[in-house]
């Protein structure tokens, strides 16, 4: 059946367990991103207004040369200043190679993505960024000051834990801190319109049975014995398509925040975890027609190390 590999995987609780904390972080990132941008977009006009240098276009073409910022023009100096002036914790490494300077002035998503983990370069909007980046985001820059980071940063240790585990398995015993952690970011930002609907629709994936879902498939090649109508195994086709789907997706931010930790040298820890989800992919057949170039990638990095 097209669907019985995702049936096996789901099989093993802890990989449920993954696959259901990574759809929660997606959840609360769609919940986010509105807040973000309006946010940001404030922020923006309000730099403007109080500095009308800041106003005037780039001099120099300025580009970061890795993740350094040398010798700017003025204009994208002040805007360098006025950078590291709103970040709430000044001591840490501001990833300048995210940004694009000279439209600093007129986007204000590239000013948003001086404050976010590296790899945000090509983003251009709240709506595109992981629930990593848009939590980062509120953690360091100033405009969010109103936000605990405590409970922030609670919730990036627990999905970078999630991202970075090897084994793609969390235990119930971590899925019950981690739901905890979520609950209390978001009844710290409940005057968020739309956290309302995110509260409940985490509830409702964290008590989801996916494999329930999947097996019902089970069931189309007994649906005479079983009295199923054709709706009914349509209904489990989609739930199983659906599933595939978010595991796709959070399988593909994984790939690719590993990819490109890995393509720093320094970040052999990355490149040790991809290997182990490469391995994965292989011994999935599904998964490795489904990732084939990622996979290429991978064996290039192996390749040339």
């Not at 097209?2 to 096996?8: F, K, N, R, S």
């Not at 409970?151 to 585990?165: T, W």
């Not at 090897?166 to 739901?179: F, N, P």
Request: hydrophobic share 35%.
């Amino acid at each position: 059946m097209v669907h019985e590999d995702l049936a096996t995987r789901l099989n093993d609780r802890e990989y449920k367990n993954w696959l259901k904390a990574g759809r929660c972080l997606l959840i609360l990132k769609n919940g986010l991103h509105p807040f973000i941008a309006h946010n940001m977009r404030a922020f923006h006009g309000n730099l403007l207004n109080q500095n009308p240098l800041l106003r005037k276009p780039c001099q120099t073409s300025c580009r970061p040369r890795g993740n350094k910022l040398s010798s700017p023009c003025q204009v994208c100096s002040k805007w360098q200043t006025e950078i590291l002036r709103h970040h709430r914790q000044p001591g840490a490494i501001v990833n300048w190679d995210n940004c694009f300077p000279p439209n600093w002035r007129t986007d204000h998503w590239e000013l948003a993505k001086a404050y976010m983990p590296r790899g945000q370069g090509k983003l251009t909007s709240a709506d595109q960024c992981d629930a990593s980046a848009l939590l980062n985001l509120i953690n360091y820059c100033d405009c969010f000051c109103y936000v605990d980071p405590k409970f922030v940063r609670e919730v990036i240790r627990f999905r970078n834990e999630l991202m970075h585990s090897c084994e793609l398995c969390v235990t119930d015993e971590w899925m019950r801190q981690y739901q905890t952690a979520v609950k209390n970011l978001v009844q710290h930002l409940s005057h968020i319109p739309e956290m309302a609907t995110v509260g409940q629709q985490i509830e409702e994936m964290l008590t989801l049975d996916l494999s329930i879902c999947v097996s019902g498939l089970d069931r189309i090649d007994s649906a005479g014995l079983d009295g199923l109508e054709a709706d009914s195994v349509c209904q489990w086709d989609t739930s199983a398509d659906l599933i595939s789907q978010w595991e796709t997706e959070l399988l593909r931010e994984s790939l690719q925040e590993l990819l490109h930790g890995a393509d720093d040298d320094t970040k052999t820890q990355d490149a040790e975890q991809l290997k182990r989800l490469g391995g994965f992919l292989q011994a999935n057949r599904d998964l490795g027609e489904r990732f084939s170039a990622e996979l290429q990638a991978i064996n290039s990095l192996e390749a040339r190390d």
